[in-house]
């Protein structure tokens, strides 16, 4: 039961909950396991995902953000078309479906209205159905034809942290174990690559005084705040400007890089916080010019970027991790920034207003 769930130590459940992120992946890593060292997953999933011609990924808010990275892990390693809606659209509007359609459901609860009155539909035109959910009793999961656990443990804070990195550790381990059913030949160890995953994500919440003084720096008085990425880097930008406007109140807006020139610019002013990720090779030097643009027009810049693909004078670089994994690492930072801005500004961190854990209303 959520209310025998205790803080301990901690003074909000958001800071427990983004420091038990290394633990839920060891966990994850255990229970997709088996004594073979082989992914444990149920036959009629694996089938599923085989059979499929398409895969439509529904979700809303954090969740919708880990989808966005499932699509990428989906395609570049299982080679499945895949795509991401926003539930509350997809529910009146539903795009040309494939033939062989899977829906994939992402949900924390497991009891957001706004993905059940898709699924009541799905389920209506036969259509088969995955949950990935926190709560295997839920609704959606009881509802649905599949269910895959994501076995992060009770989150209770409003602010979804290890909720989306074990979410997208379940994607990435569904993605593997697709690509191997269809004989695709990777040179990728899921779980060899989430223990580092977990090392790096350890390492970072040991850090927190750095995120503490970041937060304090670039958010006390801050009306709004800006942050960029490209490829899956613009993915946790989106989920970083999420955080921090649930928690903080600060108007905080995600954009890909390239995008800036197209309008967003212009409300760079002096003193604007930036929060740009560079965790991406490819990458690496338009995010970089990137940031150049809006320093010249006096924004405050925070680089947050990879080891190994580090400049001088960056915020933080994180440790090494798989480039398609990044996302789980990469999105730390971002977490405890919101958090201790939020602290710092006196906000309500673990009940922000205006907002309830789960949705249950369209
Ligand atoms: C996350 O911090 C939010 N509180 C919210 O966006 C949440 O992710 C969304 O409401 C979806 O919830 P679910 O995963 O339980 O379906």
Do not use: W
Not at 78 to 94: G, L, M, R
Not at 130 to 155: C, D, F, I, K, Q
């Amino acid at each position: 039961d959520a209310s025998d769930i205790e803080k301990g130590t901690y003074p909000h459940f958001m800071l427990k909950e983004i420091d038990e992120q290394p633990f839920v992946m060891r966990n994850i890593i255990q229970e997709y396991q088996d004594e073979n060292d082989d992914i444990k997953l149920d036959e009629d999933i694996r089938k599923a995902m085989s059979e499929c011609d398409r895969v439509y990924i529904i979700a809303a808010g954090t969740s919708y953000h880990a989808g966005l990275i499932g699509k990428e892990f989906l395609e570049k390693i299982a080679e499945v078309p895949t795509e991401v809606h926003v539930a509350s659209e997809f529910s009146y509007n539903f795009p040309l479906l494939s033939e062989k359609p899977l829906f994939v459901f992402i949900s924390q609860s497991g009891e957001t209205a706004d993905l059940r009155s898709v699924l009541v539909e799905t389920n209506k035109l036969g259509h088969p159905a995955l949950t990935l959910t926190n709560v295997p009793g839920s609704t959606l999961s009881r509802e649905a034809t599949y269910t895959m656990h994501l076995h992060a443990g009770p989150e209770i804070a409003v602010a979804s942290t290890k909720a989306y990195t074990a979410q997208m550790a379940v994607l990435a381990i569904l993605a593997v174990d697709t690509a191997r059913a269809k004989g695709l030949t990777l040179d990728f160890d899921p779980m060899k690559e989430l223990g580092i995953v977990s090392s790096a994500m350890e390492s970072l919440c040991d850090q927190k005084e750095v995120f503490e003084q970041i937060a304090r720096d670039y958010l006390s008085t801050t009306r709004n705040c800006f942050f960029i990425g490209r490829g899956l880097d613009y993915f946790v930008g989106l989920e970083g400007a999420l955080k921090l406007k649930e928690i903080s109140y600060i108007q905080a807006e995600g954009f890909a890089g390239g995008e800036l020139k197209h309008g967003t610019i212009a409300l760079i002013e002096d003193g604007t916080p930036v929060i740009a990720l560079a965790t991406q090779e490819h990458v690496n030097s338009s995010i970089r010019s990137n940031v150049q643009e809006v320093v010249t027009r006096g924004a405050n810049d925070c680089i947050i970027s990879l080891e190994g693909l580090d400049r001088e004078g960056d915020a933080f670089v994180i440790p090494n991790v798989h480039s398609l994994l990044t996302p789980l690492v990469s999105v730390l930072p971002l977490q405890l920034i919101s958090y201790y801005a939020a602290l710092h500004r006196d906000c309500d961190v673990d009940k922000p207003r205006n907002l309830a854990k789960s949705v249950t209303v369209e």
